[in-house]
């Protein structure tokens, strides 16, 4: 049974810095696609940062390179996302997700690429 639940979320200002973890409990940690997204009020779920386990590759969309880190925290079974100069619009619902057994070069950046999904936890950063 693959579990995903997200935390770190919160309010920050503009300019700080916040980490968000996903605890990733698949029924195999080996070629699986992993992945942050945000979905602001009323606008679509996007892609951020992706993380493939096999390779340890990782993919990041341009509005946030640079700033935010995917990494996996084998220790603790995690996805974490560290992101740093954090502005007003990074503000949304950010979740993890997850497709196990996930045959691919890197893990997509796009949402059909995900089989699972967390609850999601909230950023709200003030300018």
């Known amino acids: 049974q693959v579990q995903l639940m997200e935390s770190g979320g919160g309010s920050v200002q503009a300019g700080g810095s916040l980490k968000l973890s996903c605890v990733v409990s698949?029924?195999?940690?080996?070629?699986?696609?992993l992945g942050w997204f945000r979905q602001a009020p009323g606008k679509e779920r996007e892609a951020i940062a992706s993380?493939?386990?096999?390779?340890?590759?990782?993919n990041y969309a341009d509005s946030v390179k640079g700033r935010f880190t995917i990494s996996q925290d084998n220790a603790k079974n995690t996805l974490d996302l560290q992101m740093n100069n954090l502005q007003a619009e990074d503000s949304a619902m950010y979740y993890c997700?997850?497709?196990?057994?996930?045959?691919?070069?890197?893990?997509?950046?796009?949402?059909?690429?995900?089989?699972?999904w967390g609850q999601g936890t909230q950023v709200t950063v003030s300018s």
């Open positions: 993380y493939y386990t096999h390779r340890g590759t990782t």
């Open positions: 698949l029924d195999t940690q080996n070629h699986a696609c």
């Open positions: 997700a997850a497709r196990p057994r996930c045959y691919e070069l890197a893990a997509p950046l796009k949402k059909d690429g995900y089989q699972y």
